[in-house]
């Protein structure tokens, strides 16, 4: 009972938010800026709630209720994503980003040791570019070529010499290793991509171009 309280409450309190967040009102719910609808595939609905609008069985105002916040929902996330795939359009025109999949690469331009490459990764809330298919090596490499620098990739020698794994520890499941490389033999735990993409076991306490990924 009292969860049920709360879970319409909860209902309620976004659905009023959601109505009363301050923005150029476009007449529909949950719909603000330059965003429109048009072409949109219908997101999946968020909380099961009824198809069509308020019914004449049941309870016609928690219907009502469900329809309105599944729709108000559906408004804010179709337009958060159109705001998003602009902004993303617009960094990769400037250059700023390159995309592979589901990945974002990105520069700080800054050349500095693999430790404090990936402590600004990570404290921008990404990590250290780690390439795991061609594409993403390729995006990679784009970065590389534009800054013209050799960058540490998130990769690894583990103490095992000569076995390299992510900076997460799981195996490699693609690599690009330049010919004869990777020769350290446990003396060059990072690794380093050249400017042809291809990688090389290198010393850890160099500077080196800091890509992220997100
Ligand atoms: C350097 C160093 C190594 C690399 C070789 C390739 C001489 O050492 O960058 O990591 O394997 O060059 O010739
Ligand atoms: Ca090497």
Redesign the pocket.
């Known amino acids: 009972m009292l969860s049920y309280s709360l879970y319409m409450l909860t209902a309620v309190a976004v659905l009023l938010m959601t109505c009363h967040t301050p923005c150029k009102c476009s007449g529909i719910p949950g719909l603000s800026g330059r965003g429109g609808l048009k072409g949109q595939p219908r997101l999946p609905s968020l909380i099961g709630s009824p198809k069509g609008p308020p019914g004449r069985d049941g309870l016609p105002w928690l219907r009502g209720l469900f329809y309105s916040l599944d729709s108000n929902l559906h408004n804010v996330l179709v337009n958060l994503q159109l705001r998003l795939s602009r902004l993303e359009g617009v960094l990769a025109l400037n250059g700023k980003i390159k995309e592979a999949g589901e990945k974002i690469f990105a520069s700080n331009g800054k050349e500095v040791d693999f430790e404090s490459a990936l402590e600004s990764c990570e404290e921008a809330g990404g990590t250290l570019a780690t390439p795991t298919n061609e594409e993403e090596n390729k995006a990679i490499l784009d970065i590389v070529k534009q800054y013209n620098r050799y960058a540490y990739l998130g990769i690894r020698e583990g103490e095992i010499s000569g076995q390299f794994s992510y900076i997460k520890g799981m195996a490699l499941n693609y690599t690009k290793w330049?010919q004869?490389?990777?020769?350290?033999k446990g003396t060059?735990k990072c690794v380093e991509m050249y400017t042809d993409g291809s990688w090389?076991?290198?010393k850890c306490n160099l500077y080196r171009l800091t890509i992220c990924e997100f």
């Open positions: 330049h004869y490389e990777p020769n350290g060059e090389n076991d290198k």
